[in-house]
Structure formats: structure tokens, C-alpha cells
């Protein structure tokens, strides 16, 4: 099942994904937000290589077992524990945390695309990382997710594509 949707933000390409969690604001920001607990569920690692809170302007550092190099970004927004906004590879990643009245907190988790062909392809990657980042927060990690498209990875993409998400992009390491 897919938790994404597709929409356009000032004419760009966007993916929109929700999720609530009976944890506070301040414990998802930092799973969220801090390289030792992304391992869990972001597709790369990421270093902030100046010391200190990430700032706007502040660059990151993208990497990945694999291969190596994974790219540069910037940091757009950081405002702890509710704005985390930053770049990699053409593509804007947004986190928003909102407090719930159970002292729950709601992340919405919007990506602003590069390229429209790429929506069903990303969304798919994202639906992944998020189950994982779901799995860190409820205890039971399962680990980052791989760069090849995994069993789990191509149903998302199917669902994503026959509800008319753009596609088209070629799939990495298909």
C-alpha cells in the first residue's frame, strides 16, 4: 500500500508523505535530524562536515556504502524540533513535525523533484525508507535501505505508477 501523494509545489514535481507517531516532536527530530539515527532510514549517510547544529547555508555530505560519493547538499531551514529543510541532487527535502494533542507528533515529509518522469520511482524509494524509519521509531530496526529496487521496493512502484503517478524514469540497478 502506498502513503504518498503526488502533487506540484510552485510548479515543480512534489511527493507528500504522512506519518503520526506516539512519540514527541523532539524524539522524531532526532531521528530525523541526526546522522547516527538517519542510518536507519535514510537511503545515504549523511555528515554535516561543519561542527556544530546544522545552520541555513551549512553544506551536507552524502555517501553510501556502496560506491562512495553520494553528492553534496545544503541545509535550507532548520528549526528545532519542527523545520528541517535541505538539498541533494537537484531535489528539496522538507520535514515538518506538529505536535499532537496525545504528545504524539505528526512528520509530514515532502520531497520537491528534480525531474516529474522520476515521481513514481522516488516515491517508491521513499515509501521504503520510511517503513524503516516506522520500524527505528517503534524499536525494531531493520536496518537503511539498499540501493537495488527490492521486492517490496517494485510493488510500491507498481501501485505508484497505476494510480497515475508520473514515471518513466530508468530504475537503478534494474
Not at 507517531?21 to 535514510?42: G, I, K, M, N, Q
Request: hydrophobic share 35%; aromatic share 10%.
Amino acid at each position: 500500500m502506498t502513503t504518498g501523494t503526488y502533487t506540484e509545489i510552485d510548479g515543480r514535481p512534489a511527493l507528500r508523505f504522512v506519518r503520526d507517531y506516539p512519540h514527541s516532536p523532539e524524539r522524531v527530530w532526532d531521528a530525523v535530524t541526526d546522522p547516527t539515527e538517519l542510518v536507519a532510514w535514510f537511503p545515504a549517510r549523511v555528515a554535516f562536515p561543519d561542527l556544530g547544529e546544522p545552520a541555513p547555508g551549512a553544506p551536507v555530505r552524502y555517501s553510501f556504502d556502496e560506491d562512495g560519493d553520494g553528492g553534496t547538499g545544503t541545509v535550507v531551514e532548520h528549526d528545532p524540533p519542527h523545520r528541517f529543510t535541505l538539498t541533494w541532487a537537484g531535489e528539496e527535502l522538507r520535514l515538518l513535525l506538529e505536535p499532537l494533542s496525545d504528545g504524539g507528533c505528526r512528520l509530514t515529509f515532502t520531497a520537491l523533484l528534480a525531474d516529474r518522469d522520476t515521481a513514481a520511482r522516488t516515491a517508491a524509494g521513499w515509501e521504503i525508507c520510511l517503513e524503516a524509519l516506522d520500524s527505528a521509531l517503534a524499536g525494531s530496526p531493520v536496518g537503511g535501505p539498499g540501493g537495488s529496487p527490492t521486492p517490496a521496493w517494485r510493488r510500491h512502484y507498481e501501485d505508484y505508477v497505476s494510480t497515475g503517478v508520473p514515471s518513466g524514469a530508468p530504475v537503478p540497478g534494474a
